[in-house]
Nanobody
Framework: QVQLVESGGGLVQPGGSLTLSCIAS????????MGWYRQAPGKQRELVAR????????TYADSVKGRFTISRDNAKNTVYLQMNNLQAEDTAVYYC?????????WGQGTQVTVSS
């Protein structure tokens, strides 16, 4: 069983920064990818960033390239999302995801609100 707990969300002004953290517990292996997704009101959940095994390969949504950075500390089973230059359109609930060869696992989500 895998559990994911996100933290770090909050209210920030446009142009500001936040760092999200996701701590994983249970049967975690660094060979499987972890990622961040987000869902804004009335919209589908979308991929924000993903980091693959060993932290060597990253993927970003076009809308966040150059502003967000995903990283992973395998010793701590933690994945981070550093978000800079936040804009109103980044407002959403952000979810952490881990998937192994059997299942997808999701965290409960953390709210990020960008507003002046």
């Amino acid at each position: 069983q895998v559990q994911l707990v996100e933290s770090g969300g909050g209210l920030v002004q446009p142009g500001g920064s936040l760092t999200l953290s996701c701590i994983a517990s249970g049967s975690i292996s660094s060979i499987y990818p972890m990622g961040w997704y987000r869902q804004a009101p009335g919209k589908q959940r979308e991929l924000v960033a993903r980091i693959r095994s060993g932290g060597r390969t990253t993927t970003y949504a076009d809308s966040v390239k150059g502003r967000f950075t995903i990283s992973r500390d395998n010793a701590k089973n933690t994945v981070y999302l550093q978000m800079n230059n936040l804009q109103a359109e980044d407002t959403a609930v952000y979810y952490c995801k881990y998937n192994d060869y059997l299942n997808d696992y999701w965290g409960q989500g953390t709210q990020v609100t960008v507003s002046s």
